[in-house]
């Protein structure tokens, strides 16, 4: 759900003009839903987006609502590049490539477990080839559905200590995906399922890396942005009054976000209240383009806001944790 329209733009300067690529970014939850009364719901829903689709890329993220007959109206109806199922693909598009990766592999265990490690070991390759062609193509972007981190006040994964999607399997921690992120230097993590907007700081482990001079100026850490609220019959969300510190910005409303890429060392996001018609958050993402995570963490470790291994906003969704360690450990 949401991410209703994406705009990518870069600036080729060798040419001396402005080639602009634009590309619409649907983030799943589709229709509420693709299945709903013998599919004719989704043929609706597919008619309606016929005058958008048929001229600007539409590009999917499948999510929960998608699950009905092991995914079947997800995988059938549409047709996304380098996959034979919509579930995890790539390209690029100017200067940005996109990875986008299924959150439901990690909850809808019925269909079996294989399809876990099938992504994961597809994720390693392909961000193995996106790092070795940072020259051409510099940013790296993901998009799945279920967050990682937010403050919303429904017990979802992302409000949990130890979420699924952050540190991995239950118990094991196997195919935990924000280190992985983190290894290969994803520069932007874009999210949805929680109805509601939630721009954080740049942050890892649970602990916020701000940039050199601004925090998103050369950040120390990916920057997530959860924008589930594009418009849903269960309404919005609510948020809890004591987010973590990764927390930036949040609202309520209904809204779309608005991405560009404008060249290879900056990024623009802005995020749109479709009631209200009113940019609601408006930032920009810069680095330098030989800019690492890992080095910079060993130069300004000491800067970052370390969290207590008992912080949670929401205690009876946290489950136990360790009430001795006092600090959070990065490797």
């Not at 948020?239 to 930036?248: E, K, L, R």
């Not at 906003?313 to 490797?331: I, K, R, S, T, Y």
Request: charged letters at 25%; hydrophobic letters at 30%.
């Amino acid at each position: 759900m949401t991410q209703r329209i994406r705009e990518l733009c870069y600036n080729k300067k060798k040419k001396k003009q402005r080639r602009i690529y634009k590309m619409k970014k649907e983030h799943s939850d589709f229709a509420y839903n693709l299945d709903t009364d013998d599919g004719r719901v989704g043929d609706e829903f597919l008619r309606q987006i016929e005058t958008v689709a048929a001229y600007v890329p539409y590009m999917t993220v499948v999510g929960n609502h998608e699950a009905a007959y092991n995914f079947s109206h997800y995988v059938n109806r549409f047709t996304m590049p380098n996959t034979e199922h919509n579930h995890f693909y790539s390209f690029d598009l100017g200067r940005a490539h996109f990875v986008i990766f299924s959150t439901e592999f990690y909850f809808y265990t019925d269909y079996g477990w294989n399809q876990i490690s099938n992504q994961w070991n597809w994720l390693i390759d392909d961000l193995t080839k996106a790092n070795a062609n940072r020259a051409n193509v510099p940013w790296i972007l993901t998009f799945g559905h279920r967050p990682m981190y937010c403050s919303d006040f429904d017990g979802d994964d992302c409000t949990k200590y130890e979420s699924i999607i952050r540190t991995g399997l239950p118990r094991t921690h196997a195919y935990g995906l924000e280190k992985l992120f983190y290894e290969y230097g994803v520069d932007v993590e874009i999210w949805a399922h929680e109805h509601t907007y939630e721009r954080m700081w740049p942050v890892f482990n649970r602990t916020v890396y701000n940039g050199t001079v601004s925090p998103y100026r050369n950040p120390l850490a990916p920057v997530h942005i959860v924008s589930g609220s594009a418009g849903c019959r269960e309404n919005t969300d609510t948020f809890v009054t004591n987010p973590g510190p990764w927390s930036a910005k949040r609202s309520t409303d209904y809204g779309f976000g608005i991405l560009r890429i404008h060249n290879a060392t900056h990024i623009h996001f802005r995020q749109v209240a479709a009631s209200k018609d009113e940019v609601q958050d408006d930032f920009w993402i810069e680095k330098h383009p030989k800019h690492s995570y890992k080095h910079a963490h060993r130069r300004r470790s000491h800067k970052a806001t370390y969290l207590p291994l008992s912080y949670c906003h929401q205690q009876d969704a946290c489950g136990a944790v360790n009430p001795d360690a006092n600090f959070l450990e990065l490797d």
